[in-house]
């Protein structure tokens, strides 16, 4: 698989339309028109995959916009939500990356608790730790993760205490069927996060390994 290739096309479509109203979504809109130039190098398979992902989500109150007269309240958790379900999340896979709990002005006052009825209601598969996860302390972090209703995965960071296993008890990687797929999921974390974790973690015990050892 080249994918200097498609790099290059990608490049090249963003350098063509530098003169455009919108550079940016017009290059994206051009490289959605035709993926021949992209599907080329994937292998051939009738069947397609729909993934919602996203992360970062330990914001749920909504927010005004005083600029914007038509739609002066944005955001929220009931607005995600009412989107995910828009777009068919029940029947596709979807995937979040990490930071629920923290940090938010309301994970101030109540301890990350307040994000887990919402995110249960978006119909996440799985879930990959992030290192806000661990802001309060890992015990913390262990027993809000156990009230949420999605299966979590840390496939790098490690306890050396226990066996060198995923931290918190978590899965290394999850298997799920969805759309007809048999899909194996990962997590994978940064190492430059021991160095900012909370010392309420013990860092001492916590290892990284790199991407490829574990791969």
Not at 186 to 196: H, N, Q, S, V
Request: include cysteine.
């Amino acid at each position: 698989m080249t994918w200097n290739k498609v790099y290059e096309q990608i490049v090249k479509s963003d350098v063509d339309h530098l003169a455009g109203e919108n550079p940016t979504r017009r290059a994206a809109d051009e490289i959605c028109k035709d993926t021949s130039w992209f599907t080329q190098y994937l292998p051939a398979c009738k069947k397609k995959l729909d993934v919602i992902h996203f992360n970062d989500a330990y914001n749920i109150e909504e927010k005004e916009v005083k600029k914007d007269e038509k739609n002066p309240i944005v955001g929220g958790a009931s607005r995600f939500i009412y989107a995910l379900n828009k777009y068919g999340a029940k029947d596709r896979l979807v995937l979040f990356s990490g930071d629920l709990f923290f940090p938010s002005r309301m994970s101030a006052f109540y301890g990350g608790e307040q994000i887990i009825k919402p995110f249960n209601l978006m119909n996440v598969d799985v879930s990959c730790l992030g290192n806000h996860e661990l802001d309060n302390g890992p015990e913390v972090a262990k027993d809000l993760i156990y009230k949420t209703s999605s299966p979590w995965v840390m496939s790098n960071i490690v306890s050396q205490k226990d066996d060198m296993k995923p931290i918190l008890g978590l899965k290394p990687y999850h298997v799920i069927k969805n759309q007809g797929f048999r899909i194996g999921v990962i997590g994978f974390g940064e190492e430059d996060w021991l160095g900012a974790l909370n010392p309420a973690n013990d860092i001492d015990d916590i290892k990284y390994l790199d991407y490829n050892e574990v791969l």
